[in-house]
């Protein structure tokens, strides 16, 4: 029987030993799922797919901005597939899993139940950065705090699913997922057989949080009225703001358009409106996620009166802590009283000097990351690191085990990336899927995510300041 493109193509692909490849099995045999998208990429040219792709993105004004400037969103053309049947488990756990976080935090700022009982240990939330004492009391509609989640998810060298962070403060991409979908779908013809789930309803889910956070007196008067809050171009995500404001029809604005007048509620200031516009949502989107910035202090006010909502509210970062992510399991069996659907990787709680005698057996084993770190900085791989590196974190370690959290490292699965102008190679990936609470905090999961990708051969570093890009994630229905 006559190869097809794609087994031409790929014949050659070096299947990477001691880790899952989402789209060879072991025997260097294609998966079923992946080969549509395979041989769409090969049909369309994988040497110009890239290129093609990118200057789509451009044309659309899709970017994103760092430290050094405004940097390339890159969206690597071989699409991850995923199916029907191992998606469900993903969905079921997902939602099960930010059902658990939203009641951990409303807990943490209640009654802290889940302390008194001895199920998580009061060192977590006191040393715990975003922990917030003054949102203690706070009611706040619906009972939802974290309004979007978006956790980080990777597989295991036997393909299992495991949850590696959970991000609740004020997540980013879902916009970049919606703009890879439509940026790859322009080059490549998907057969019939093999079309993914659309991602159409996102906005609709987001609309559905926004209203399920509206305080009850503004439900009651009119439509409530929503906007989001950026700070500005030089916002890392300012163009998904952009986006998002566009998609739903509501204002972005930036802190110095908003004021909190005699009547206790939050306004807009008419910049480009006939009239000032009170607000009772806002989508907050800028950098500021402590009580002590300049934007806490007039958007709480209005919060702690019951005149505005807040879409993810202060004090939710608590939840998304690297130690804290040890407890998550135990979150889930607390307030949900089922088992976890999806595992966390196994994370030490370094400041119980039990689980520090032990990481430091294993030492080289595991990957070390500072608590207070984010994008990948500051993380040693220890399996990939000198003998030097070790030493040195082991000793920052033991001088404060609290400022570190260990986790068993995980071979994060590879996936057919382009590389070398054509030519197909694995690169290691992981996804980050996003979930929605609307009215009752029922969770909703928006089929698939961003799949990101570590460009550089071996690396397991996927975040985009560090060279990597993106992938379609499809989920077939």
Not at 32 to 59: D, F, H, M, Y
Not at 93 to 111: C, E, I, M, S, T
Not at 274 to 300: G, K, Q
Not at 405 to 423: C, W
Request: proline share 7%; hydrophobic share 40%.
């Amino acid at each position: 029987m006559a190869s097809t493109p794609a087994e031409e193509l790929l014949s050659d692909y070096p299947v990477e030993e001691g880790c899952f490849d989402e789209a060879f099995a072991a025997d260097g045999s294609i998966r079923p799922q992946a080969r549509a998208g395979l041989e769409a990429v090969v049909r369309a040219g994988a040497e110009a797919l890239p290129a093609n792709v990118s200057r789509t993105l451009r044309r659309a004004g899709v970017r994103f901005s760092s430290v050094e400037g405004d940097m390339e969103f890159y969206v690597d053309p071989v699409p991850r597939v995923i199916t029907a049947a191992d998606w469900e488990p993903v969905k079921r756990g997902l939602a099960q899993r930010v059902r658990a976080l939203n009641a951990f935090v409303a807990d943490v700022y209640g009654d802290q139940r889940i302390v008194a009982e001895g199920v998580v240990p009061p060192g977590v939330l006191k040393s715990a950065d975003y922990f917030e004492p003054e949102m203690r009391g706070l009611r706040v509609p619906g009972n939802v705090w974290i309004g979007v989640a978006g956790l980080d998810l990777v597989r295991d060298v036997d393909g299992s699913w495991l949850v590696l962070e959970d991000n609740v403060r004020t997540p980013s991409g879902f916009a970049y997922l919606h703009a890879t979908r439509r940026a790859l779908l322009e080059h490549i013809d998907v057969p019939p057989d093999a079309t993914p789930r659309p991602l159409d309803g996102e906005i609709d889910l987001l609309a559905d949080t926004l209203r399920a956070v509206a305080p009850a007196a503004a439900r009651g008067r009119r439509a409530p009225v929503a906007a989001v809050l950026t700070d500005g171009e030089h916002n890392s995500a300012y163009w998904e703001h952009a986006w998002l404001s566009r998609q739903l029809g509501i204002p972005l604005c930036e802190p110095h358009e908003l004021e909190v007048r005699s009547d206790g509620c939050l306004w807009l200031r008419p910049r480009g409106l006939r009239e000032a516009r009170r607000i009772d949502v806002v989508y907050r989107r800028t950098n500021a996620d402590r009580v002590d910035s300049d934007i806490a202090r007039l958007l709480l006010p209005p919060v702690r009166a019951g005149k505005l909502g807040l879409v993810n509210q202060y004090g939710t970062g608590v939840a998304d802590d690297k130690l804290t992510h040890a407890y998550v399991e135990d979150m889930i069996r607390f307030y949900v009283g089922e088992e976890p659907v999806l595992k966390s990787v196994p994370t030490y709680d370094l400041a119980q000097p039990g689980q520090l005698e032990e990481a430091l057996d294993v030492f080289d084993e595991l990957v070390l990351k500072p608590r207070a770190g984010h994008g990948g900085v500051g993380v040693l791989i220890a399996p990939r690191s000198t003998r030097e590196e070790i030493e040195a974190t082991r000793k920052a370690v033991i001088a404060d085990p609290g400022a570190w959290i260990a986790q068993r490292m995980v071979m994060l699965s590879t996936h057919p990336t382009v590389v070398d102008g054509g030519r197909l190679a694995p690169r290691h990936i992981d996804l980050r899927p996003f979930v929605f609470l609307g009215e009752g905090c029922n969770p909703r999961v928006l089929p698939g995510g961003l799949t990101r990708v570590a460009r550089s051969e071996g690396a397991l570093v996927v975040n985009s300041s560090q060279n990597g890009g993106a992938k379609d994630t499809w989920v077939l229905p």
